[in-house]
């Protein structure tokens, strides 16, 4: 996310402004403190009471690889289509222009706003067991809900919108004469894109790409309800944590929620990190 | 989907360009509009009486109503507080500042499920701090309404601070400087100059926190557990009647949801419009 700097101005400042603003600065982190480090350092706390060892234990199983497997396969194969037709969509609210376009502002944010287990929900509607497309699916032996391929498309779903709000503004920074340049001495659509556009582009390409996966990790309603949560089949790590706290395994349920908000973490403040040194 | 007529200054037809439109468009259309279409065309199946007796139903009405108050309550702390946090991000240099700069991002990147996770470690009933605010204010946090406050109010605040930043970072100082010349007091010139400036972004931030809230599953499920009419709130009350298999109630429920917070956004559509125009 864009770094502040702030313009600091010459008012004079008198005793009462420097109270005023030590006690402002003072409820900011007050509140900050208690609703988002000390819940952060109590589960660190929580995964580590029974010691590094049986940690490892708990996470050292087939089961939970498994989950942080298939977790990963779900995530690398959003972040693929979203890049697609992330790209597209971004693309086509930049440059294209059409009747009707004003709806697809209006229809982009929608996802943020249906709640993951109505996402979920949907999907059983349509390709569940008495859904609407239920005969086709029996007839080409395809199994979409409690399988996979449902998992995807609810985590699709779910992040559908991070990779084009990420592109639209860069996409629209991008000074389109540099395209033009390009075609005015002889270059094609493909080798303007690869050569010009793209990396230009190429920092939103990444922030989009690592929100994208990290939110997709992380996806628990929409795939609990489409998966159906079936241990050692469609168990991911937010499914596999869920669990473990239903069965008091507190150690493993700590552990692998530590693992998993480290990873995306680390994932989005590197980029961060990584983005503002190469601007600097 | 709207073909494009060809001017006839062009001899060809720009191919690329329609393809990646349909492209773009087809997307939206399979993975957004039929899914979402497929909700309302299910709950309004059996009529508008149907989906009003569900969602009016004891049970399903109490969890409506405490998710709809605990996302208010969290709207209204998380504008006071982000607006504060704004303020001081934006006004104030200190010691910490980059640091509290990145927290501030923090919630989009942790996985709803483990900041459930991570406030039922600090403020549980078997936690330290969770006894010790039993013991002395007499009131649970965890499995109680005041655990869905706090959830929501992680996983939704950076929504009014990154919407309020940019337009102080923006605001033009001369005038309150121009104002304090005058003798204005501070709060004089907050409540003329300043508020004024910010109160769309501020309005918008809140009631796009609302929105995200009332569908909020994961940082919930597991702080308010899943007792009706108590702790039980409308995403949790739809998880419950799909695995029950209720099909009338959970499509009641989802549209309901849906019919709020679409109407929200499209409130914040509307006001982010207005303010355009000035």
Same mark, same amino acid.
């Given at each position: 996310?864009?770094?502040?700097?702030?313009?600091?101005?010459?008012?004079?400042?008198?005793?009462?402004?420097?109270?005023?603003?030590?006690?402002?600065?003072?409820?900011?982190?007050?509140?900050?403190?208690?609703?988002?480090?000390?819940?952060?350092?109590?589960?660190?706390?929580?995964?580590?009471?029974?010691?590094?060892?049986?940690?490892?234990?708990?996470?050292?199983?087939?089961?939970?690889?498994?989950?942080?497997?298939?977790?990963?396969?779900?995530?690398?194969?959003?972040?693929?289509?979203?890049?697609?037709?992330?790209?597209?969509?971004?693309?086509?609210?930049?440059?294209?222009?059409?009747?009707?376009?004003?709806?697809?502002?209006?229809?982009?944010?929608?996802?943020?706003?249906?709640?993951?287990?109505?996402?979920?929900?949907?999907?059983?509607?349509?390709?569940?067991?008495?859904?609407?497309?239920?005969?086709?699916?029996?007839?080409?032996?395809?199994?979409?809900?409690?399988?996979?391929?449902?998992?995807?498309?609810?985590?699709?779903?779910?992040?559908?919108?991070?990779?084009?709000?990420?592109?639209?503004?860069?996409?629209?920074?991008?000074?389109?004469?540099?395209?033009?340049?390009?075609?005015?001495?002889?270059?094609?659509?493909?080798?303007?894109?690869?050569?010009?556009?793209?990396?230009?582009?190429?920092?939103?390409?990444?922030?989009?790409?690592?929100?994208?996966?990290?939110?997709?990790?992380?996806?628990?309603?929409?795939?609990?309800?489409?998966?159906?949560?079936?241990?050692?089949?469609?168990?991911?790590?937010?499914?596999?944590?869920?669990?473990?706290?239903?069965?008091?395994?507190?150690?493993?349920?700590?552990?692998?929620?530590?693992?998993?908000?480290?990873?995306?973490?680390?994932?989005?403040?590197?980029?961060?990190?990584?983005?503002?040194?190469?601007?600097? | 989907?709207?073909?494009?007529?060809?001017?006839?200054?062009?001899?060809?037809?720009?191919?690329?360009?329609?393809?990646?439109?349909?492209?773009?468009?087809?997307?939206?259309?399979?993975?957004?509009?039929?899914?979402?279409?497929?909700?309302?065309?299910?709950?309004?199946?059996? !009529?508008?009486? @149907? #989906?009003?007796?569900?969602?009016?139903? /004891?049970? %399903?009405?109490?969890? *409506?109503?405490?998710? +709809?108050?605990?996302?208010?309550?969290?709207?209204?702390?998380?504008?006071?507080?982000?607006?504060?946090?704004?303020?001081?991000?934006?006004?104030?240099?200190?010691? !910490?500042?980059? @640091? #509290?700069?990145?927290?501030?991002?923090? /919630?989009? %990147?942790?996985?709803? *499920?483990?900041?459930? +996770?991570?406030?039922?470690?600090?403020?549980?009933?078997?936690?330290?701090?969770?006894?010790?605010?039993?013991?002395?204010?007499?009131?649970?946090?965890?499995?109680?309404?005041?655990?869905?406050?706090?959830?929501?109010?992680?996983?939704?605040?950076?929504?009014?601070?990154?919407?309020?930043?940019?337009?102080?970072?923006?605001?033009?100082?001369?005038?309150?400087?121009?104002?304090?010349?005058?003798?204005?007091?501070?709060?004089?010139?907050?409540?003329?100059?300043?508020?004024?400036?910010?109160?769309?972004?501020?309005?918008?931030?809140?009631?796009?926190?609302?929105?995200?809230?009332?569908?909020?599953?994961?940082?919930?499920?597991?702080?308010?557990?899943?007792?009706?009419?108590?702790?039980?709130?409308?995403?949790?009350?739809?998880?419950?009647?799909?695995?029950?298999?209720?099909?009338?109630?959970?499509?009641?429920?989802?549209?309901?949801?849906?019919?709020?917070?679409?109407?929200?956004?499209?409130?914040?559509?509307?006001?982010?419009?207005?303010?355009?125009?000035?």
């Amino acid at each position: 996310m864009a770094t502040i700097t702030t313009v600091v101005r010459g008012r004079p400042s008198t005793r009462s402004s420097v109270w005023r603003r030590r006690l402002l600065i003072g409820v900011v982190a007050l509140y900050v403190g208690l609703l988002i480090v000390a819940p952060l350092v109590a589960l660190v706390r929580g995964a580590f009471l029974e010691g590094a060892a049986a940690m490892w234990q708990v996470i050292n199983q087939p089961g939970v690889w498994r989950a942080f497997w298939q977790t990963l396969q779900i995530g690398v194969v959003v972040v693929v289509v979203h890049t697609v037709f992330g790209t597209a969509v971004a693309w086509v609210f930049v440059r294209d222009d059409f009747r009707g376009k004003w709806l697809l502002n209006a229809i982009m944010d929608l996802p943020f706003a249906v709640s993951p287990v109505v996402v979920g929900y949907m999907l059983i509607l349509i390709f569940g067991r008495r859904g609407l497309l239920a005969p086709l699916l029996a007839a080409w032996d395809i199994q979409v809900v409690f399988a996979l391929p449902g998992m995807v498309l609810a985590t699709l779903f779910v992040t559908m919108p991070f990779m084009v709000r990420v592109l639209v503004p860069v996409l629209e920074a991008f000074d389109v004469r540099q395209e033009q340049a390009a075609a005015t001495l002889g270059a094609g659509g493909w080798f303007t894109f690869r050569r010009v556009t793209f990396p230009a582009l190429r920092w939103g390409f990444v922030y989009g790409i690592t929100l994208t996966f990290a939110r997709a990790l992380g996806e628990f309603g929409a795939v609990l309800v489409v998966g159906g949560g079936i241990q050692g089949r469609t168990e991911t790590v937010p499914i596999y944590i869920f669990r473990a706290l239903d069965e008091r395994m507190y150690t493993g349920a700590y552990s692998a929620a530590l693992l998993l908000g480290l990873f995306s973490i680390l994932l989005i403040l590197g980029t961060d990190w990584l983005r503002r040194r190469r601007q600097e | 989907m709207a073909s494009m007529t060809t001017p006839a200054t062009t001899p060809r037809i720009p191919w690329a360009r329609l393809g990646i439109r349909g492209m773009a468009l087809s997307y939206l259309f399979i993975m957004l509009i039929i899914p979402i279409s497929v909700i309302f065309w299910d709950g309004f199946s059996e !009529g508008m009486v @149907t #989906l009003w007796q569900e969602v009016t139903k /004891p049970i %399903a009405w109490s969890a *409506l109503k405490l998710t +709809l108050w605990t996302s208010a309550v969290m709207a209204i702390i998380n504008g006071v507080m982000g607006l504060l946090t704004a303020f001081v991000l934006v006004r104030y240099t200190f010691p !910490g500042k980059t @640091t #509290l700069n990145a927290i501030i991002d923090l /919630p989009l %990147a942790i996985p709803t *499920l483990v900041t459930g +996770l991570m406030l039922v470690a600090l403020y549980g009933p078997q936690q330290v701090l969770g006894q010790w605010i039993l013991e002395h204010f007499g009131q649970r946090i965890i499995f109680a309404p005041p655990g869905i406050v706090l959830a929501l109010l992680f996983v939704t605040f950076p929504f009014v601070v990154r919407s309020v930043q940019p337009v102080l970072l923006d605001l033009d100082q001369a005038q309150e400087d121009a104002a304090a010349t005058l003798a204005a007091t501070s709060w004089m010139i907050f409540h003329r100059i300043t508020f004024p400036a910010i109160r769309l972004p501020l309005l918008s931030g809140m009631l796009l926190s609302f929105a995200r809230a009332i569908g909020e599953f994961g940082a919930i499920v597991i702080v308010a557990g899943n007792i009706p009419f108590r702790s039980q709130t409308a995403a949790v009350y739809v998880y419950g009647e799909v695995e029950s298999e209720n099909r009338l109630g959970a499509s009641a429920m989802s549209v309901a949801m849906m019919l709020i917070a679409f109407s929200v956004v499209a409130l914040v559509g509307y006001l982010e419009r207005r303010g355009r125009r000035g």
